[in-house]
């Protein structure tokens, strides 16, 4: 059985919701990179960061955040309690922890701290507008 079929759960980092801002169609993309139709989970330090965000004086940084919650919600994305005191950090716990889960994320710090840890992940690449499995 390969590593997509495994997958039964995509956990979201913040970089990859404000994505939806720009035009990208981050879920659909996603399911597209994996031939899966992974759960959404958000883990609760990305909606913490979403909504500072959605607070933000930057118009543009604003909206983006404001239409990401609105997708985690519309989509019905389960937010998780997940350890650790940043996003990447609780993202990085949760695919630790769960071999059916993949992180989604357009932040190439993140991808490395995966990477360091043999963890797979779902990235953007930027030069193709969509995102890429990395296995």
């Known amino acids: 059985m390969g590593y997509s079929q495994r997958l039964r759960r995509a956990a979201y980092d913040t970089s990859a919701l404000l994505l939806l801002y720009e035009g990208v169609r981050v879920f659909e993309d996603v399911e597209d990179s994996l031939d899966a139709r992974p759960e959404c989970i958000v883990p609760r330090q990305v909606v913490e960061e979403l909504e500072r ?6 118009l543009h940084l604003r909206r983006a955040a404001r239409l990401a919650l609105e997708a985690i919600r519309s989509r019905g994305c389960r937010v ?12 990085l716990w949760l695919a630790l922890h769960d071999p ?36």
Do not use: C, K, M, Q
């Not at 998780?80 to 993202?91: I, N, Q, R, Y």
């Not at 360091?116 to 990395?134: I, K, T």
């Open 80 to 91: 998780v309690e997940a350890p650790g005191g940043s996003a990447d950090e609780a993202l």
């Open 100 to 135: 059916e889960l993949i992180v989604v994320t357009a932040d190439n710090e993140l991808r490395r701290r995966l990477r360091e840890h043999g963890l797979p992940n779902v990235y953007y690449r930027a030069s193709r507008r969509g995102f890429a499995l990395e296995a």
């Open 53 to 58: 965000h959605a607070a933000s004086r930057r």
